[in-house]
Every structure is written in C-alpha cells, then in structure tokens.
C-alpha cells in the first residue's frame, strides 16, 4: 500500500514564504512524476508544479518564478518552495505521484492573508 504524507501548509501573510513536503512510502516503484495540484473553493483542480525523471519540471503560469519544485530520489520526496505567496494562491494543496498508476496524497491547507 502506498502512502503520501504532506506537511508544511499554513497561514501566512502575503509575501511571505512557505515549504510544502510530500514523503511517499509503501510499495512503490520506479516513481515518474511528483508533484502538486491545487484547488481553491469553488474552483477546478488545477496543477501548480511537477517533477519528471531526468528532473524536467513543468509549471503553472501563475506561479513561475515564485514556487520551485525539487524531489529527492533517495527518500521518494517532494519538495515544493513557494515564494512572494499572493491571496490567490491560497488552496488545498494536493501532492501526487505516479509510476504506472496515480497516488495522491490527503491535501495541506494554505491560506494567504492579505
């Protein structure tokens, strides 16, 4: 069974920096891709960042130059740094990997305050 733990969400003023991680443990394998979506309420899941093998990263619009996405092979983690966080970006953030299927892990809440 395989499990995605999550931490480094919160509250913080706009501006202000946060570090979410995500540890996949369990029977897993030959990971893919990592990395996170988003959702805010009432609005569509949307993915903020991810991490191919070969370290290829894709981001959103919206969050280039500001959020870096980073992995550690070694311990199946996912980092993700967001910086100048704006009101907007405040959501559930979801982590996700995949190798030949797709695990998701439970959501941290971020919340930006302006």
Avoid at 17 to 24: G, I, K, N, P, V
Avoid at 41 to 64: C, H, M
Avoid at 74 to 91: F, G, H, I, R, W
Avoid at 92 to 98: A, N, S
């Amino acid at each position: 069974q395989v499990r995605l733990v999550e931490s480094g969400g919160g509250l913080v003023q706009a501006g202000g920096s946060l570090r979410l991680s995500c540890a996949a443990s369990g029977s897993i394998f030959s990971i893919n891709t990592m990395g996170w979506y988003r959702q805010a309420p009432g609005k569509q899941r949307e993915l903020v960042a991810r991490i191919i093998s070969g370290d290829r990263t894709n981001y959103a619009d919206s969050v280039k130059g500001r959020f870096t996405i980073s992995r550690d092979n070694a311990k199946n983690t996912v980092y993700l740094q967001m910086n100048s966080l704006k009101p907007e970006d405040t959501a559930r953030y979801y982590c996700f990997v995949t190798n030949s299927e797709w695990y998701w892990g439970q959501g941290t809440q971020v919340t930006v305050s302006s």
